[in-house]
């Protein structure tokens, strides 16, 4: 069984920083290639970034590009979401799932496990 947990989420003030973590179990971590995907209330989940198996060339949305960054440490199976310069229209529940597709797919079919969210807010 395959458990995706999320963590670090909270409320901040624009141009504030968080970083989210996430640590995967029940299956070799490094087998997966792993992503953060956000939904707003009312909006379809968005992707956020993703990152290869073994770290390296990553992937983000338009809306997230030159804030965030994707990173992960295989031996501690996690992968983190370090997000700067927030903005309130960053304000959504952030999920982290895991991927066997070859690639670095940004869609949500593309992935196999979720975890259950993490609320992030971007207020004054």
């Known amino acids: 069984q395959v458990q995706v947990v999320e963590s670090g989420g909270g409320l901040v003030q624009p141009g504030g920083s968080l970083r989210l973590s996430c640590v995967v179990s029940?299956?070799?971590?490094?087998?997966?290639?792993m992503g953060w995907f956000r939904q707003a209330p009312g909006k379809e989940r968005e992707f956020v970034a993703a990152?290869?198996?073994?770290?390296?060339?990553?992937y983000y949305g338009d809306s997230v590009k030159g804030r965030f960054t994707i990173s992960r440490d295989n031996a501690k199976n996690t992968v983190y979401l370090q997000m700067n310069s927030l903005k309130p229209e960053d304000t959504a529940v952030y999920y982290c799932?895991?991927?066997?597709?070859?690639?670095?797919?940004?869609?949500?079919?593309?992935?196999?496990?979720w975890g259950q969210g993490t609320q992030v807010t971007v207020s004054s």
């Open positions: 799932a895991a991927s066997t597709w070859v690639g670095i797919p940004a869609t949500r079919r593309a992935y196999d496990y």
């Open positions: 029940g299956r070799t971590f490094s087998s997966y290639v």
């Open positions: 990152i290869p198996r073994s770290g390296g060339s990553t």
